[in-house]
Structures are given as C-alpha cells and as structure tokens.
C-alpha cells in the first residue's frame, strides 16, 4: 500500500510548528482532532448488537444464537446509511413463560442500543475478535423450556458517508485490483474464496462497486474467529471499504451442531467511487 506523502508532512509538520512557539514563550495549542466521517457498516452494527447481548444476558437462563445477517440500507436523498441486524435467537429456561420474558428483555435491551443514535462504525479487530470468541451457542438442557424468535433491529444512521474516494486507477483495472486484494487477505486467514463483481445503478454521485465473497468450497467450516478476523481484516486494510452484507450461520455439513469449526459465511465488501467509474481507496492504493 502506498500512503500519500502530504497528510504524512502536515503530521510531522504540526509538532515542530507548537515546539516553536512554545520555545517564543507563547503556550503551545492543543492538537486539533477530527472525527472521521465513515460509512456505515454491516460489520460495525454486528458488532454493537453482539456486545449488547453479551452484556445483557440474564442470569438463569441460556441464550443462543444460531444465525447472524446484518446489511446497510442507504437513504438516497438524505445521503445517510443505516444498518439492518437479524439475530436468529433461542433462550432455554425453566418455564416457558420465563423464556419468553428473558427474550422480551434481550430485545427491549437490543432495540434501546439501535436507537441510541451512536454512530455506526467500522469496528476495531479486537471488538471483533471478542464478539467472536463470546459463546454464541451453549448447549440446551433436557430440563429446561425454549422460545425461538428472529430480532429485527435497524440502527440509527449517523453522519453521512464522506466524498467519494478517487485515486485515478480507471476501469476494470480497479475491479481486478480490489478483487486481488479480497483473495489475498482471505488466503492469510481463511484460505481461497470467490470474488463476484456487481453494481449499483441507483446512486448518481457515486458508484458503489461491491463485490459478493463466498467460501470456494461449500463445504469448508470455519471457526467464528477466524471469519471474524478475516472480515476485520478486510475493513482495516483499506479505508475505502466497508462490508454491506454479511451472513454467518452454523453450515449444514457439519454434523455436529455445537463445533467449534463449524460455521460458514458469506459477505459483500462495497467500495465508493466517482461516476467515471475510477477507483477510490482514499488515497492508499490496493494491490
């Protein structure tokens, strides 16, 4: 990746410019800091339903989850994304009624979250890996009562999406080179995955190039963690892009329901870029 060298000479510029005043006598001002002005993320909502229902487990009783899908919806005219979270839930308690309150308390607490108005960020690898690491799917006991629901949350958009990116790679050389970097982060982590290209044709100002990600083989299973840090891995890696879809769920070719390796996934990167169809990474190129 190759960083522009302006934002790098403006860094180094800002402390020798303070020291300098600061030997004047005058008293040097505070670095000035400014939020960044990201687009939402189906992996940033994820990750704030998952650490709500870590947080707001009741204790006695037992709360799976067995699916997680999550996608952006963008308001066209208000230039504002926000974030669908489904969560595929089962809670096991004592009675049924008391599994039934448990679920209601687990949503009314999930809904306050996507209301909150926080803004939907790109969220660090390190709350992604904890996310993963919680358990999603403790074993049920033959005593006890179940009740089973899909929760619906959509969470608040925060500020809009920035300008978009241009750093003048034209054409299908950026699908090619953006596909390029897909393949090699997954094979670092999770091995080979196939890449599809689709486009956007609803938003004038900007295009959206997203690119659907599946596993090459239909039978491979994964741990949480490893689909965690590939996926945190594809947002780090290049400011210019964000998942919009993403789905993991226990894989039909694993017999065994509660293992370890034995989730699937599957995910849509988008990337912003001009009308002109010239790719964007903000001003890092992706190889």
């Not at 080179?177 to 995955?193: E, F, M, N, P």
């Not at 370890?260 to 001003?283: C, K, Q, Y």
Request: aromatic residues 4%.
């Amino acid at each position: 990746m190759r960083l522009p060298a302006l934002p790098v000479l403006c860094a180094l510029a800002a402390p020798l410019t303070a020291s300098c005043r600061s030997e004047a006598g005058e008293p040097a001002a505070p670095p000035e800091v400014h939020a960044a002005d990201l687009p939402a993320s189906a992996l940033g909502g994820a990750v704030r339903a998952l650490e709500t229902l870590d947080a707001v487990r009741p204790a006695g009783a037992l709360t799976q989850l067995r699916a997680l899908l999550c996608d952006t919806l963008v308001d066209h005219a208000a230039g504002v994304e926000s974030v669908r979270v489904f969560l595929d839930v089962s809670v096991f308690a004592e009675t049924s009624e008391r599994a039934r309150e448990v679920f209601d308390e687990l949503h009314r607490a999930l809904e306050n979250e996507a209301r909150s108005g926080a803004r939907v960020e790109l969220a660090s690898a390190e709350r992604v890996r904890r996310v993963m690491a919680v358990d999603w799917d403790p074993p049920g006991r033959e005593d006890l009562l179940s009740y089973s629901d899909v929760i619906r949350l959509e969470f608040r958009p925060g500020r809009p999406a920035p300008e978009p990116w241009s750093d003048g790679t034209e054409g299908a050389g950026a699908h090619e080179s953006l596909a390029s970097y897909v393949r090699r982060t997954a094979a670092q982590r999770i091995g080979q995955v196939d890449v599809s290209v689709a486009r956007d044709p609803t938003r004038r100002d900007v295009s959206e190039h997203r690119f659907r990600i599946t596993p090459s083989d239909s039978f491979a299973c994964y741990t949480r963690t490893d689909i965690g840090e590939f996926l945190a891995a594809l947002e780090g890696g290049s400011p210019a892009a964000r998942l919009t879809s993403l789905r993991i769920e226990r894989s039909q070719h694993e017999p065994d329901v509660h293992a370890e390796r034995g989730w699937t996934f599957e995910a849509e990167l988008g990337v912003s870029t001009p009308p002109d169809g010239s790719a964007s990474t903000n001003g890092q190129e992706v190889r």
